[in-house]
């Protein structure tokens, strides 16, 4: 039992050393690590150190601290450097394609000849951020009925993403939309294109924020800028029945009247003359500017009066 859990610990811990994995930026560079601990204090002069990818094609080679272009693969020629203090390989320029599994080796130069000293494998997953997402609304859909028909796109990413949807909120509410995601990958950089378009109603009478999400992985989203639509203007209300209208107006009439009828009566006990009230204002505050602001303010009395007449 004790020596059955032992192997499966070990089997773990050897598991877990082969796949140390580092990440790079697409277009940037990559970390190959060996790390070789040194316990001898041994020379660059006394190594030979080199690289392999997961097809055996040499990536790097140090002879006697001498770099060894020799058999190093074209497609790693100039792409690489070496890093003594920490014993790492860089890759510049990676590419989707580098994706994989690296070995480094090192050996010691001795009189009986190379003696193996070190080896390590480590993965490289290369990744590409995909571009924040963009909403586009395709034009004259939302003049007539309240069907919002959009895409939303996201370029030059890696790896696939999972998914990609519509979030719709409102004051009080979120709905989700999901639509199939489709897909171009660039045959060269091997980088994805990705887009999807919705139809989905909106509510009219209140604002709503669009949203769109680009899911990469369960807990890593990219949300694109909100996309923010104002509730309509209430120009198309429903039409008042006329019934209503005509009893507005027979109040309107009414109230005029009545007013005028009170000024008029105010008049004839106050003052034989034919004045009003204007020109009482325009008397008082003679020798002062107050008199023209006055009369404005009594015009724009005027004004109102008639604008609300005539709306009736
Ligand atoms: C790679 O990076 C260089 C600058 O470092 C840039 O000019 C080039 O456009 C990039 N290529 C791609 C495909 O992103
Ligand atoms: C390792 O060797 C170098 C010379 O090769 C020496 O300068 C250095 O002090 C040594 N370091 C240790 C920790 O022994
Ligand atoms: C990609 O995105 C990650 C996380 O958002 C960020 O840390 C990293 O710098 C980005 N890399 C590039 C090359 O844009
Ligand atoms: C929508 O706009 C396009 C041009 O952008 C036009 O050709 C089309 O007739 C319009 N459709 C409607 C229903 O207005
Ligand atoms: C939304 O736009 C697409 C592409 O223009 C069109 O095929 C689809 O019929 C539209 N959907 C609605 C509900 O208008
Ligand atoms: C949420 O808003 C909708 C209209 O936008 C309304 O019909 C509904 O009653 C509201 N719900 C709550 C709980 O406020
Ligand atoms: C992906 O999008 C970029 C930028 O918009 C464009 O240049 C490229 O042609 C697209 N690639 C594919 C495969 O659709
Ligand atoms: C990549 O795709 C383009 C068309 O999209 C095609 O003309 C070209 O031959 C393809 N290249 C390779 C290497 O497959
Ligand atoms: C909608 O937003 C505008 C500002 O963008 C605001 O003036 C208006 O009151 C809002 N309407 C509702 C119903 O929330």
Redesign the pocket.
Known sequence: MGLRNTLIVMALLLSGAASLKSHA????TGELPCHFPNTQNLSLDELVIFWQDQNKLVLYELFKGQEKPNNVHPKYIGRTSFDQDSWTLRLHNVQIKDTGSYQCFIHHRRSQGLVSIHQMSSDLIV???FSQPEIRLIANQTEKSNIINLTCSSTQGYPEPQKMYVRLNTKNSTSNYDAVLKKSQNNITELYNVSISVSFPIPPETNVTIFCVLQLEPTEI?LSPPYNIDAKSPVPSPPVPDHILWIAALLVVFIVCGTVFVILRKRKTKQPGPSNECEIIKVEGKESEQTEKSLVGCRLWGRTESDTTEAT
């Open positions: 930026f697409f277009n940037e990744l590409a951020n990219i």
